[in-house]
């Protein structure tokens, strides 16, 4: 598949390589073109794309200290002082006529939204899932999402799986079957976050570069907005909330979840500009490790024998997923390199 998700989702678009400055004209023996200029800018990458993984993988962390509040609160105030943060973003950055852009036009809108859905019931699944002592399986999630992207490469772009990519399927799906003995039911947490992240993922590449990263975001929080205000009021009303109820630093910490959200999108940002596609591929997997570390260390997460096996099994066929990834990243430039030569 040709993009590579987060788990924020957000982050499923790479922005494109900031222009050279006005009047600069790097040739070989311009410093910023040498071998130096390159190793600094993929080290700038790998260390962006490692704060971004890195703060996504330690989200369940946060989720455990907003306790009381639970899934539909957090996300609720998740998406609401998301959007006023990036307001905030858009206004530092002069970028309101490329968010009007977006809006104006009908296709691009119409795809955020769709977006905006799916990225709300992750959102909602993962909270649901840290909060009710299920990170593990809220990890499983992210763990399966390459094999989803694999799958959506099938049934709707119609490719040709290779014979490494079908092995991969063949051994997720397996796993799926011993991590279902395992739990006694379908682990539908770590499912829907796999689907729902992998469309979403998949609707975002068909938006295409006409929309940054900042200007999808905010688009998307403007769709769930009127929803998620609508439920803190109600919470509010009811007596439910935890935003005014338990002390100011419970209210700052959640206040703080416009950061938390769009900081590693930013990360993501200037990592997926200075890195290629394959790179950030492997760099995914340091967020659902993270994650399931957490669970197992933190939050003291029961781990059987069975449950063992089952991540095992996902383990290989992500393995098998990553050679094939990195043979043919190596074949292509092989090829491009000997297309350059003739």
Not at 284 to 299: D, G, K, R, S, T
Request: overall charge positive; aromatic content about 12%.
């Amino acid at each position: 598949m040709g993009f590579v998700p987060s788990p924020d989702g957000s982050s499923s678009l790479s922005a494109p390589a900031p222009a050279a400055a006005a009047g600069s004209s790097p040739g070989p023996s311009s410093p910023a073109a040498g071998p130096k200029a390159v190793d600094k800018e993929t080290t700038a990458g790998v260390l962006f794309g490692i704060a971004a993984y890195g703060l996504w993988g330690l989200l369940p962390l946060y989720f455990f200290v907003l306790m009381p509040a639970g899934a539909v609160e957090i996300v609720a105030n998740r998406v609401v002082w998301s959007l006023l943060f990036c307001a905030l973003l858009i206004t530092v950055t002069r970028a309101w006529s490329a968010l009007a852009q977006a809006l104006r036009n009908r296709t691009v809108f119409g795809s955020l939204a769709l977006a905006a859905l799916l990225i709300a019931v992750n959102w909602l699944t993962y909270t649901y899932g840290v909060t009710t002592g299920q990170a593990v399986e809220a990890s499983l999630g992210y763990f399966i999402n390459p094999l989803v992207s694999v799958l959506l490469g099938v049934f709707v772009l119609k490719e040709k799986l290779r014979p490494l990519q079908w092995a991969a399927v063949g051994i997720g799906f397996v796993a799926v079957g011993v991590l279902t003995y395992s739990y006694g039911k379908l682990p539908w947490i770590a499912l829907t976050l796999a689907f729902s992240f992998g469309l979403y993922g998949f609707v975002k590449k068909r938006v295409g570069p006409r929309v940054d990263a900042v200007t999808s975001l905010s688009v998307e929080t403007m769709v769930l907005a009127p929803f998620a205000a609508a439920t803190m009021i109600f919470l509010a009303a009811t007596g439910t909330d935890t935003l005014t109820t338990q002390g100011p630093g419970h209210f700052w910490l959640l206040v703080a979840s416009g950061v938390i959200t769009a900081v590693p999108l930013l990360f993501f940002g200037a990592s997926a500009r200075r890195l290629p596609m394959t790179t950030i591929g492997l760099l995914q997997y340091c967020a659902p490790v993270l994650q399931f570390i957490i669970a197992l260390v933190v939050f003291r997460e029961a781990m059987t024998v069975d449950r063992w096996i089952g991540f095992g099994v996902v383990w290989l066929a992500l393995a098998v997923l990553t050679v094939d990834m990195l043979g043919t990243a190596r074949r292509n430039s092989v090829a491009r390199r000997a297309k350059r030569g003739t």
